[in-house]
């Protein structure tokens, strides 16, 4: 069985940057796609993006490419989410979810696996 426990989340301003993590434990990682999900206060849960565990290769919504980077640390089982120029519109809960996919990654319910979530409120 696998575990995601996500850290980071916090209370911050428009512009200001913000790491969250995502350490996994219980199986190994090989060839497994990490994602990273939102749900902001009252609306559905929204692909932020995703990472291939052995390729590396990322994949963004549009809403925060360009802002947010997706990275993972082999060593330490962890998945980072990079957040930077924040908006209020980021403001959400953010999961991350794993699972051995090779499409469809910006799908939630495509995830076996999903952390508890950490909330990330961005102030005007």
């Known amino acids: 069985q696998l575990q995601l426990v996500e850290s980071g989340g916090g209370l911050v301003q428009t512009g200001d940057s913000l790491r969250l993590s995502c350490a996994a434990s219980?199986?190994?990682?090989?060839?497994?796609?990490m994602g990273w999900f939102r749900q902001p206060p009252g609306k559905e849960r929204e692909f932020v993006g995703a990472?291939?565990?052995?390729?590396?290769?990322?994949y963004y919504s549009d809403s925060v490419k360009g802002r947010f980077t997706i990275s993972r640390d082999n060593a330490k089982n962890t998945v980072y989410l990079q957040m930077n120029s924040l908006k209020p519109e980021d403001t959400a809960v953010y999961y991350c979810?794993?699972?051995?996919?090779?499409?469809?990654?910006?799908?939630?319910?495509?995830?076996?696996?999903w952390g508890q979530g950490t909330q990330v409120t961005v102030s005007s």
């Open positions: 979810a794993a699972d051995w996919l090779s499409r469809r990654w910006e799908i939630p319910r495509e995830y076996k696996y």
């Open positions: 990472i291939r565990w052995n390729t590396k290769n990322t």
């Open positions: 219980g199986r190994t990682l090989s060839g497994i796609t």
